[in-house]
């Protein structure tokens, strides 16, 4: 397997995955109301905030310059998870964070030509703690999580980037805020 082109060794070529890294105490917070919410057959990942969903392998290096760049020397970003949001089969958190929002939209102008409908279109940053229930079961869920629901701050210490095989998702790179 080259993971420098990202070839999965079947003919295909992996996608890279952008994400914002939570600090460990909410990165934990985040994975207990997976544990505890996401059917376990599904729960394959840490909980996340993704930024891109799907960038060509050939950005590899650029992406890499770019996330070091938004990284180094740089404060984290202020964040909160600030309300619920349904997904229709599930229930995220949203996450309010105007310099992630700013950090997302740069990096979505260097890479415009090639980013996918998905990727190209409105950002709604979240981290999805519930999904692929019905839709009954996620309308109770956020209905019992909005009645003692308080905004919190959230640290974001990182942004990452990942190869996407079909499974769990495979570390790239790892660039930490100062």
Known sequence: MNSAIGDTGIGTVAPIIVTALFGRADAAWFDGLRREYFPPERNQLAAHLTMFHHLPPSLESEL??????????????????????????????????????????????????MLTPQDAGG????????NKVTPAAAKVLLASLQRDFVPREVEIAGLGAWWYRGGPWEPLSRHMFA
Not at 68 to 89: H, K
Not at 123 to 130: D, E, F, K, L
């Open 123 to 130: 950002w709604r940053p979240h981290v999805t703690i519930q």
């Open 64 to 113: 890499k310059r770019r996330l070091t760049d938004e990284t180094r020397q740089v404060r984290a970003p202020w964040a909160r998870a600030g309300g619920l949001m349904s997904l229709g089969r599930g229930v995220a958190f949203r996450i309010e964070s105007p310099e992630l929002v700013a950090i997302r939209a740069r990096l979505a102008d260097a890479f415009g030509g």
